[in-house]
């Protein structure tokens, strides 16, 4: 399983981006996804899940109401739309298959990982 990370960039506070996450023709139509962001000297941080239909998504508070990961699955694609970014959102993001259905927090629940976007907010 492959999965190809894109979309990162360099934004102003407040601005938008939207990544997206395309896996290869291999990966499971019936797995969760998440998304994972780390920032230099921090630790991966878990900052969106969708289930396997698309029915069910997580988020923790830090970024409730600002992100929305969504999926397309005949184009096996997952998308973390981000708004009202600020500079505290800027690392490397990753998206990753789920063993389960679901896209929990944890992220020793992956199996399959991208090679990360960088995204960088600018204040």
């Known amino acids: 399983v492959q999965l190809q990370a894109s979309g990162g960039g360099l934004v102003q506070a407040g601005g938008s981006l939207r990544l997206s996450c395309v896996g290869s023709?291999?990966?499971?139509?019936?797995?969760?996804v998440g998304w994972f962001r780390q920032a230099p000297g921090k630790e991966r941080e878990f900052v969106a899940g969708?289930?396997?239909?698309?029915?069910?998504?997580t988020y923790p508070d830090s970024v409730k109401g600002r992100f929305t990961i969504s999926r397309d699955r005949a184009k096996n694609t997952v998308y973390l739309q981000m708004s009202s970014l600020k500079p505290e959102d800027t690392a490397v993001y990753y998206c990753?298959?789920?063993?389960?259905?679901?896209?929990?927090?944890?992220?020793?629940?992956?199996?399959?990982w991208g090679q990360g976007t960088l995204v960088t907010v600018s204040s």
């Open positions: 969708i289930s396997w239909n698309g029915a069910s998504t």
């Open positions: 990753a298959v789920s063993r389960t259905s679901f896209g929990p927090t944890d992220y020793s629940q992956y199996i399959y």
């Open positions: 023709r291999r990966t499971s139509s019936n797995n969760g």
